[in-house]
């Protein structure tokens, strides 16, 4: 798959800092929550860690205010940019709470079991969150390319992981074009936008199957389970929140793609539009 040159390459500095803002402060909270689940961990070391994890929630609370108008000078106006940034601050503000009322050195094994429970109950979210922004961040860079779209496919096998590294694998098989079709995207976007899709479209322990064909001047993947191959590709998938339908799709416009997805279905469709004949 041919990429972007690094020189032409170029994605919006507000939405990249927030992005690594918030890749810094969940990845502190996960190891938080290693420590409190590690029996071998007291008190003494919990003191040191817990307070730089307070200390992170003020700065990430501050730029997760500022998403929605950060991300409309890039992608345009839409109301799920707002309930993501919401979400963002309002599991925050929580977990700044809960730290902050928690006394390191003098943590009881009630204490402990209570910051343990916050941090499970918010960092599912905050995973989900996290690989929303990073889809925003891609979603602003320079330089669409043409790309045969069975390497859009076969290429997100590639990526061994997800940006918060939450995700899990599901197996993926895939019935390409009887003729080369030529998409015209940035390819690590749609590679992020096949990812979700299956993720969507997969159950539990299902992987998916995804036929392309072509509809106009758009190129569609439509994403179903099961797998169909005895032995599928492998991909990794990003973690699923209430928002991320609502959120991926309004990405994908501001784009040029589109996701397609029907509430309380396992199905997604992805278009991408078909490069042009030079």
Not at 89 to 108: H, N
Not at 158 to 173: A, H, K, N, P
Not at 210 to 215: D, F, G, R, S, Y
């Amino acid at each position: 798959m041919t990429t972007a040159p690094p020189s032409s390459r170029s994605v919006d500095p507000r939405l990249a800092a927030t992005s690594g803002m918030m890749r810094d402060t969940v990845g502190g909270i996960h190891n938080l929550q290693h420590l409190l689940g590690s029996v071998k961990v007291g008190p003494k070391a919990l003191a040191r860690v817990i307070p730089f994890v307070h200390a992170s929630c003020a700065p990430l609370i501050a730029s997760a205010e500022e998403l929605p108008r950060d991300a409309s000078l890039s992608l345009g106006e839409c109301g799920s940019f707002t309930d993501l940034s919401s979400l963002v601050t309002k599991r925050m503000r929580e977990l700044e709470k809960v730290l902050g009322d928690t006394r390191g050195e003098a943590l009881r094994a009630s204490d402990r079991l209570r910051l343990e429970a916050a941090i499970s109950g918010t960092v599912r979210d905050l995973d989900g969150a996290l690989e929303l922004i990073e889809l925003m961040v891609e979603a602003t860079a320079t330089g669409r390319v043409p790309v045969d779209v069975t390497d859009v496919i076969r290429e997100s096998t590639i990526r061994q992981d997800t940006g918060s590294g939450r995700g899990r694998r599901v197996e993926l098989s895939f019935e390409g074009p009887s003729t080369p079709i030529a998409v015209l995207v940035n390819p690590r976007l749609a590679l992020r936008l096949v990812g979700f899709a299956a993720a969507i479209a997969t159950g539990r322990d299902g992987g998916v199957h995804v036929t392309v064909a072509t509809a106009g001047s758009s190129c569609r993947l439509s994403i179903t389970p099961p797998a169909k191959a005895a032995k599928g590709l492998t991909l990794a998938v990003p973690p699923l929140i209430e928002l991320t339908e609502l959120c991926v799709a309004d990405i994908a416009r501001a784009a040029s793609a589109t996701i397609e997805t029907t509430r309380g279905v396992k199905a997604a469709v992805a278009s991408f539009p078909m490069a042009t004949p030079d």
